[in-house]
DNA sequence: TTAATTTCTTAAACTAGCTTAAGTTTTTTA
DNA sequence: TAAAAAACTTAAGCTAGTTTAAGAAATTAA
């Protein structure tokens, strides 16, 4: 059903066959098409979401109307505009699939529930949410750190494989440049 | 002692007397005066820190050798460099206090075994994170949306009070811009 | 396999924010 | 309370990255 999922929670804590049984009861599994959205900017959000295969995106339309693209969610991450699961307040956000994509839906009303029933799966939340803010972390030094340019650079010889899965225009949205100024970029050094 | 930090953590979880017992045997309050470390470069980060009173902040030292800001902490805030702490690896950042300050410090070594025995805690620390992470994305979006001039303004009228606490030089750093452009921000419209 | 749509490129004019350098004001220390 | 150190200001010249506009190439749909 979601081979990736369990695999992944059992690299950080211990379950039972009848964990999974009880989890599969509070989860389910969602196919989404390429353009297909989870969230649109004024909806609240109502799951966190894990991507068993695929490629998500999380993006806001700024006020020149163009997409501005915070965050990608490749095989294994958790993706949610955090903010508004927690509040249950509107989002700014869109989650949309850039691939055909099938993910693994924990909705905001049952997590709780989910959590009073194997108490150790706040283990594994405690972890995931201190893995993501940690690369947030990192994240911050290197958009101060690095110019556009250099950001380019670093991103392209870090994730070769994923530069090769989203459109140019993605990437220079994620990256925060224009179109024009990354194909500058590429002519001048490929 | 820490009644900050006691007070925190009865707003999320239940604490018996007992509880709170166990824990103080395994957190430790450390007063450090104004410009002191708790991290610097290329040492491994060793604890998670709350402020209880004071002020933190977390900087590195860029390429041009000019420190570049990219949080600060205030009372009832945890801070530390997550991923050193987490792979327990040689940090980049520098934590330091800004004003006189009392923290409580979680030692990395003895967070697991704490855990073991308040396991409650995981619940807690999932929600800090989870917390944390909701904001870092926000900031993303703010970091992008505006220009460094917007971004000014919008901090100072979001945050009146904790500008005051700060020299003027280390909100340039943090909002990634110059002393002197922020100088001239003020002239225009102060 | 053609038309429609989406994505990418080129180039010139423009601007937000940086650099440099010198001077002034405020805070800290002796 | 004087001297030293830290923090802030001013202004001119500069550059990384944007905007605008038009066209070319690649995908997708019919």
Same mark, same amino acid.
């Given at each position: 059903?979601?081979?990736?999922?369990?695999? *992944?929670?059992?690299?950080?804590?211990?379950?039972?066959? %009848?964990?999974?049984?009880?989890?599969?009861?509070?989860?389910? $599994?969602?196919? $989404?098409?390429?353009?297909?959205?989870?969230?649109?900017?004024?909806?609240?959000?109502?799951? %966190?979401?894990?991507?068993?295969?695929?490629?998500? @995106?999380?993006?806001? $339309?700024? +006020?020149?109307?163009?997409?501005? $693209?915070?965050?990608?969610?490749?095989?294994?991450?958790?993706?949610?505009?955090?903010?508004?699961?927690?509040?249950?307040?509107?989002?700014? &956000?869109?989650?949309?699939?850039? +691939?055909?994509?099938?993910? =693994? =839906?924990?909705? *905001?009303?049952?997590?709780?529930?989910?959590?009073?029933?194997?108490?150790?799966? +706040?283990?594994?939340?405690?972890? #995931?949410?201190?893995?993501?803010?940690?690369?947030?972390? #990192?994240? =911050?030094?290197?958009? *101060?750190?690095?110019?556009? +340019?250099? %950001?380019? @650079?670093? &991103?392209?010889?870090? &994730?070769?494989?994923? =530069?090769?899965?989203?459109?140019?225009?993605?990437?220079?949205?994620?990256?925060?440049?224009?179109?024009?100024?990354?194909?500058?970029? @590429?002519?001048? %050094?490929?």
């Amino acid at each position: 059903m979601y081979p990736n999922f369990i695999q *992944h929670l059992k690299k950080y804590i211990s379950l039972t066959d %009848n964990d999974i049984q009880i989890l599969s009861t509070y989860v389910k $599994i969602k196919s $989404i098409k390429k353009k297909e959205f989870l969230l649109e900017e004024g909806q609240t959000c109502k799951g %966190n979401y894990f991507v068993e295969t695929g490629l998500l @995106r999380m993006f806001y $339309i700024n +006020e020149k109307g163009t997409e501005q $693209i915070t965050q990608f969610a490749l095989e294994n991450w958790w993706l949610s505009d955090y903010m508004s699961l927690m509040i249950q307040a509107p989002s700014k &956000f869109y989650l949309q699939a850039v +691939e055909d994509s099938e993910v =693994v =839906v924990v909705e *905001h009303q049952k997590q709780e529930e989910l959590f009073e029933k194997l108490p150790r799966l +706040e283990r594994y939340f405690r972890i #995931m949410m201190q893995r993501a803010y940690a690369a947030s972390q #990192m994240r =911050v030094k290197y958009f *101060h750190d690095f110019s556009k +340019e250099e %950001n380019y @650079r670093q &991103f392209v010889s870090l &994730f070769p494989k994923f =530069v090769q899965r989203i459109p140019q225009y993605m990437l220079a949205s994620y990256l925060g440049i224009t179109p024009e100024y990354l194909s500058e970029l @590429r002519k001048k %050094n490929p």
